[in-house]
């Protein structure tokens, strides 16, 4: 079988594919896998033999080992529809009484992250009900679909636009709230272990691909802890509901779950990473905005942030989780800023400006943040002067007298531990 003709799709990585794929021997029943080689590493591409099949190769499908969940809607389809997605093809299936479903094919994934958010959620319209893996990567997912339904990006445009600026501030504090509630469901899987060296790394691994002149890392906090998280979240993949006026309720929004795909693919998450990567990727979605949202980015920003602090764990949204000295969400809006320029380039697309914007800006960031880590050590100065003075007046090595002027040195602390906490980036 040749290689197929998809080269000009939206989920091949065309921009980083640096020669012809070629047959691999290893593949699923029914699939053709080629290796697929990129600048760094090679991926593997899962395809239909035969190409895409109609409904009756569909149904065939039905005999697949290791399918998982809901998957009648095989053997009740009675119409085929093929599209193209973000992801991979998309087929749009008729099934009768069970209504309208859609099956997407996955070409690339990496660790099956699709059926994990399905299998920790459960029964919910908004994740996938089935779907069939091959060594852990998803190949095929099952949804009901929800096309009818506007997301909050869309909506969030139309409603600046229309200078309905209110319901703007309501539709994405609500969306804030909902991720909020994500993070929640997963506190009792959380990691509590530490492994700022590994999510450092991942920072490197970026830099290399990017080839970014910048530098940037993090200790990261105590209580940044890993965890299941979203990994593709965006205002695109949340749904906004009518009311009983069938109009979009901006209080009324509900987060998709989609598999990890082409993106995974590019670059693997081979750790749980915090819940404030998705924060961060919740500010970028804001970001790319556009239709006059310029003026309100900072503000919906802090609207996001509120939602979020609302519903997440308590230890999550704490003034140590978010301290930006510590990394915070800066050091994760960074990371998703490379993964825009390593998609951008592997998918062939420009790189957005504001994308450029923030690493033009990165130097900045970290000059202010080393400016003030003069002032912390200021802080620990005054605190060692103030210990030594209160160690040599009791032992009597100074006079208490001569003493006194390295204890004063104890008042400059809360000032200086305050200014130190005012010139950290805020963590919106």
Known sequence: MEFPDVTGELWFPRGATSTKPVIAEHAPVGFTSFEVPLPWSTIVMLWPTGGLPDLQGLQQWAELDDLWGDTTCLRTATSLDWTSGPLGPIGMMDCGRDGIWRVEILPFDHDGHGRRLSEH???NPYVAQGGFQWEGRDTLLFWRDLGAWPNAADLLESLIKSEKL???????????????RFHSSTLKISDNTKVAKRWNERLKILEDRTKSSTLWRAPHGRRTVGTLTHRNFSLSNIVVLNDIHSKPNPEDVHILFPGDGVYGALIPLEHRAPALQDLAAGYRSIERIENGISGMRIELRRCFLDGWRSTAPPAWVSSDSLDSHKGGVPIWEYEQVLKEVLYARSFDNEIDSRTRWFLAHVDRIQA?????RTIAAGALTCTALLGFGIYAGVTELLQWSDALPLMLCGLAIPPLRRLYRS???PPY
Do not use: K, S, Y
């Open 166 to 180: 209110d319901e703007a501030r309501i539709l994405i504090e609500e969306c804030g709230a909902a991720l909020g």
């Open 121 to 123: 959620i459960g029964r």
């Open 423 to 425: 010139l950290a980036p």
């Open 368 to 372: 202010g943040m080393f400016r003030a």
